[in-house]
């Protein structure tokens, strides 16, 4: 069964640094999602993806957060100045045309120091 | 927006018990509702999913019921076993606005042997 994949599985950065996390979805899917789960915290939207541009994102996906899909598998975001606040799981998703089920990827720790 | 909330935060059952989860939601217009299971330092995965024009569906040994006018969802797990100690979160979309869930705070299910 296909699946969702992230690199890397764990992030140590220092505050101030600039982190990109990666994830290859689904190669016939065409919605993407990045989700942020907080230790012991509810999984918590923060963008989504489709048609080569932002669909959607939360108020927590400000200035600092970007996303991109450089190439044809590919799905990156990008936290230009990390904060310890910013330490958390994050998962990436995708889902097919129907939008029904989203797939998630195992998830990056990021640390952030 | 959308607001899940998800009740027992904790569930301890005895092994072959019955566990039942609860979420309400406060759109109404939110018309898909998936539950995930996510084992300790795993990606959430499906385990059943609802639509808005269904009241009850049945896997085995999970079960998800929903009401509509309550906004109201329950997942319910039958004949508990080890495996399932897990945590659960619930979700809703509305997909007719949009992909992103909504997700519950969480519930931690142990089941002792």
């Known amino acids: 069964e296909p699946e969702v994949t992230q690199t890397p599985s764990h992030q140590v950065t220092q505050m101030g640094q600039e982190v990109i996390l990666r994830c290859v979805p689904i190669?016939?899917?065409?919605?993407f999602y990045w989700y942020r789960q907080i230790l012991g915290q509810k999984v918590e939207f923060l963008v989504s993806?489709?048609?080569?541009?932002?669909?959607?994102k939360s108020e927590i996906f400000d200035d600092q957060f970007s996303v991109e899909r450089p190439d044809g598998s590919n799905f990156t975001l990008k936290i230009r100045s990390t904060k310890l606040e910013d330490s958390a799981m994050y998962f990436c998703?995708?889902?097919?045309?129907?939008?029904?089920?989203?797939?998630f990827g195992p998830g990056t720790r990021l640390t952030v120091t | 927006g959308e607001n899940v909330e998800q009740h027992p935060s904790t569930l301890s059952v005895q092994e072959g018990d019955s566990a039942v989860i609860k979420c309400t939601y406060s759109?109404?217009?939110?018309?898909?509702f998936p539950w995930y299971k996510q084992e300790l330092g795993k990606r959430p995965q499906l385990i059943i999913d609802?639509?808005?024009?269904?009241g009850e569906k049945k896997d085995q040994r999970i079960a998800v019921t929903l009401n509509k006018t309550a906004k109201h969802f329950s997942l319910h797990i039958t004949e508990t076993q080890p495996e399932d100690s897990a945590v659960y979160f619930c979700?809703?979309?509305?997909?007719?606005?949009?992909?992103?869930?909504?997700f519950g705070t969480g519930t931690s299910l142990t089941v002792i042997p």
């Open positions: 609802i639509r808005s024009n269904v």
């Open positions: 759109d109404s217009a939110s018309n898909y």
């Open positions: 993806f489709y048609n080569n541009e932002i669909s959607e």
């Open positions: 190669s016939n899917h065409l919605y």
């Open positions: 979700a809703a979309r509305d997909s007719n606005t949009g992909n992103q869930f909504y």
């Open positions: 998703a995708s889902d097919g045309l129907a939008g029904e089920e989203q797939y």
